[in-house]
């Protein structure tokens, strides 16, 4: 899977944490292409990609408060509670896969940022290391991991946590 074009669009509507040092777009991209650089290289089982051929793999990453995360959740998962991560896997999810100029659109993450904060006091870890714990976790799902059982949680937490390493990630670093 090496040589694939990794395209990350990035929207921050969560004015909150603009100005923010671990809210820096370009890093935030930098490091996301080389989490899914390595989910790339290193799982064997991306089901969802097998067979097709593409050059691109393209997806969205929506920054918010947990007030959005809590609108979407009801209207679109029937869900009343606010979410620190809700993904859309468009490619994994559907049956009707699309592949358009040779180009993978896997979906979409929303991430409520004052959740992150929240949480990563929650983990004891730095609030950027539960942010790229969150996008590594989405990947994830984006490309059709999901954990119904415990067996499956540990094993999607354990390849975030090798993904995090692989991109120089800490859970203390600042």
Known sequence: MNNKEINIFTEN?????????????FKIIQNTRKIVEFYLNQLTNVSCLEGFDFDTLT??????DSKKT????KEYREKDYPADIITF???ADDDAKFVLDNDINLGEIIIALDKVSE???????TDRYELYFLIAHGILHLLGFDHQSEEDYN???EVQKKALRYAEIGEKDE
Do not use: M
């Not at 809590?70 to 959740?73: A, L, P, R, V, Y």
């Open 13 to 25: 509507i969560y004015p909150e944490w603009s100005g923010v040092k671990e809210f820096d777009e």
């Open 59 to 64: 997806f969205d990453i929506l920054f918010c």
């Open 70 to 73: 809590h609108q979407i959740n």
């Open 89 to 91: 896997a468009i490619f």
């Open 119 to 125: 949480e990563a006091k929650k983990h004891d870890v």
């Open 155 to 157: 094993f999607v937490v």
